[in-house]
């Protein structure tokens, strides 16, 4: 880790390049300046980004039904919003949004933009659209910097190895699937490498954090498998005459983490009625449809909703329904057994900020819950799945089926860890600095040729 810490302290102060989801090669020097989303701007910070280097941020800074005050030092009850901490970090920079702070926000003033003069904007979308952005925005953002955004997509094309779903010809929705939490994780660790911020030591402690709380979730979804527990997540309305929705698992990066340690994840696609419907992301769901031996139009009672279209045994809500799915009032409006027995536990949709250690928070809120859960609904046999690869992403399974538990399939990229540093130093401490020596100087030769290079982007 020495070694490593070494070269990139020393690349930190030369000519460093990012290659984006767009293919266009980004070179920079010293410290740029930046403007990017509020929970990105957050989750850079983690990996070393300061005041220095943020001049401004754009969109909410508290997810949809956030309980978030403003006006004091709480915490927020929905883990994937910034801390009191953070909260204030993104307080210190100006807003471009000046009028969003809780929800899904699309505000963004140009003119606000324009007197903080940064040097590039990062954005993020998928499936090659700009997330809360508009094309007409985005051109004048472009004209505005004199180059081209720095963009991150949440989804890849499964057809070529790095691919990404941008192209020529708009997104491939046969084979555009999400990113596993821990792809774009290492890609905002990297952008900040070359944006030139200073490495944190923290991020291997956020690391060993993450691979432990990886490890707690394997054996908590092993618990899980075996008592034949079966999971869904969804966004689910609590008015029987609206539409629920259930997420298709390959195109969330969280939901494709879970089940790529284990988790038995329940598929969608079991609602055969003439107004259900799928698209991207969701299989679409009247809430009435959940429970079939309810009467149409007739109450939603414990009775009628017995047996379901999901033989669910632990919810995963998304995170922007916290505070209706807690609630007393939900069991009655939704009376499904695992809400009635209180087995749910939050989905952050989308992921939020997207590091390390917020997947360390993430999987160690889950975990215990899921080792908790108990089967409530008879026991449906797994399907065999290798949930780390393109062709489960691409194929999935079949309406209701989940994977088994092989952690043969499991995306060891989880456990990639560092080791403790004063451990790894009584074993290799010698070497360590015979080799750091070698790297010194072929960093050196590097830089030498990299200040011959020229230009400011190039597509790749």
């Known amino acids: 880790m020495f070694v490593w810490s070494l070269f990139l302290s020393l690349a930190a102060v030369q000519a460093r390049s990012f290659t984006d989801d767009r293919g266009i090669t980004h070179e920079f020097t010293g410290k740029p300046t930046i403007v990017t989303f509020a929970h990105t701007a957050v989750t850079l910070s983690h990996f070393g980004l300061g005041l220095d280097q943020l001049v401004g941020v754009w969109g909410e800074f508290a997810i949809d039904g956030s309980d978030y005050d403003f006006n004091s030092d709480s915490e927020s009850s929905y883990p994937a919003d910034p801390t009191p901490e953070e909260m204030e970090f993104l307080a210190s920079v100006t807003h471009i949004s000046p009028s969003c ?116 979730f394997q054996e908590a979804a092993k618990i899980a498998h075996s008592k034949g527990v079966r999971a869904l997540a969804a966004y689910i309305v609590d008015d029987p005459t609206q539409l629920s929705y259930v997420a298709f698992l390959a195109d969330d990066m969280v939901l494709r983490m879970y089940e790529e340690l284990g988790m038995p994840i329940l598929h969608p696609g079991s609602c055969q009625a003439a107004n259900c419907s799928q698209n991207y992301f969701w299989e679409w769901v009247p809430t009435s449809e959940f429970f079939p031996e309810c009467p149409p139009g007739g109450p939603l009672t414990p009775e009628c909703a017995a047996n379901p279209l999901y033989p669910v045994d632990l919810w995963l809500y998304d995170h922007r329904t916290t505070m209706m799915f807690i609630s007393d009032e939900f069991k009655t409006t939704f009376p499904d057994r695992a809400v009635l027995q209180g087995q749910h536990v939050y989905w952050p949709f989308g992921g939020g900020m997207i590091s390390y250690r917020h997947a360390a928070e993430i999987l160690s809120i889950v975990a215990p819950r899921l080792a908790a859960a108990e089967r409530i609904h008879p026991a449906t046999p797994c399907t065999p799945a290798d949930v780390s690869s393109a062709n489960h992403a691409i194929e999935g399974l079949g309406p209701s089926q989940y994977a088994c538990y092989d952690e043969t399939f499991h995306r060891m990229d989880y456990f990639q860890c560092p080791a403790d540093d004063n451990k790894a130093l009584k074993g290799g401490g010698i070497a360590g600095i015979v080799i750091a020596g070698v790297v010194v100087a072929a960093v050196t030769s590097f830089f030498v040729v990299q200040r011959c290079a020229s230009g400011k982007e190039s597509p790749k």
């Open 101 to 216: 702070k809780v929800g899904y926000c699309t505000e963004f003033d140009l003119e606000i933009f324009e007197s903080v003069k940064p040097d590039y904007i990062v954005m993020h979308g998928y499936r090659g659209k700009l997330y809360g952005f508009n094309t007409t925005i985005e051109k004048q953002v472009v004209n505005m910097l004199g180059k081209p955004i720095i963009y991150i997509d949440v989804t890849q094309d499964a057809t070529q190895p790095g691919g990404n779903c941008v192209g020529d010809g708009g997104d491939n929705s046969t084979y555009c699937f999400g990113k596993s939490m821990i792809q774009v994780i290492e890609q905002y660790e990297a952008l900040a490498l070359a944006l030139g911020a200073p490495r944190p030591a923290s991020i291997d402690q956020d690391k060993r954090e993450m691979c432990k709380a990886a490890k707690e």
